[in-house]
């Protein structure tokens, strides 16, 4: 009984030394479910579209995720809806509602570095545009107004920041749109004014709980 009992204790001992090592974090969780960490983050962000040159708030919403052993990280986030205005030829507002599809999970991968960590991930949205108006006039562009193909935003942890498990951390990058359809007689005009690269995002992850 007394060798089974320190043999026991031995592998216990060694899960939570690897695993601590791995996240940094005091691990309680049972052996069978110690190869992955489920925490939730609150995030808040906003994002540059550089052909308008508007600013979108994304957020308040939360992130569920998983974090493995290995480092592998995947969550699923829900950004609600918002809106945009920018001009057009300098003069003329535009204002349209915006949403953003989810394509699957984020996915990314913590590295270590020397003893912090980064996050880099990825996330896919179709983003749908609604309720489009010049001026005070609206833009007929109907209900299934969206990008052709889902919109990928990698975004990683800036160069001389750290991202921490437990307290979460600021996430930036740059990513392309690409053409929109089923926006009526407008989708040429859509087409001109929003799709294009250089936009970028900036994403803040706090309050880690576990879940």
Known sequence: M??????????????LISLAA?????????PASADTIDVQYDVNGSTTIESTGSDITLGPTVIDTSVEE????TGNMVLPGTRTEFKVLGFIPVTADVNFEPVGPTTGQLTR???????ASTSSYYVRLSNIK????PLFAGPNCRTADPVVIDADTPDGEFFDIGNGGR????????????????????NVLVPGSGNSIELNLTDGRLN
Not at 3 to 15: E, I
Not at 22 to 30: D, E, R, V
Not at 172 to 190: A, D, M, P, R, V
């Open 22 to 30: 791995a996240f940094g974090l005091a691990l309680t969780a049972s």
């Open 134 to 137: 010049a001026s005070i006039f």
């Open 2 to 15: 007394t060798t089974l009992t320190t043999r026991t204790s031995r592998r216990w001992g060694t899960t």
């Open 113 to 119: 570095v020397g003893r912090q960590r980064t996050l």
């Open 70 to 73: 290995d480092g592998s990280f």
């Open 171 to 190: 996430l930036t990058g740059e990513y392309s749109i690409g053409n929109f359809q089923h926006c009526g007689f407008n989708t040429w005009l859509i």
